[in-house]
């Protein structure tokens, strides 16, 4: 398993999405292209990209579900 740092304020809200989550890849794909129009940097954008494709990815071998 991925060990996963965030750096956040004690009382700052996050939202996760999963990957087996069936709409997860595409919330990233609109996060990524919205990110794009308010020029949140191009290696920040490609991040998200490679990590919706890599939930599709996981989706096609593990399958997917609606979310929890």
């Known amino acids: 398993m991925k060990r996963l ?3 956040l304020h004690d009382d700052e809200p996050v939202f ?3 990957g ?3 709409i997860a890849p595409q919330i990233v794909e609109l996060w990524a292209i919205t990110a794009g129009f308010v ?3 191009q290696p920040k954008v ?3 990209r490679r990590v919706a494709a ?4 996981w989706q096609e ?3 997917s ?4």
């Open 5 to 7: 740092t965030l750096l």
């Open 16 to 18: 996760i999405l999963r």
């Open 20 to 22: 087996q989550d069936i």
């Open 39 to 41: 020029h949140a940097g």
């Open 46 to 48: 490609e991040s998200a």
């Open 54 to 57: 890599e939930m599709r990815a």
């Open 61 to 63: 071998k593990h399958g």
């Open 65 to 68: 579900k609606l979310p929890d």
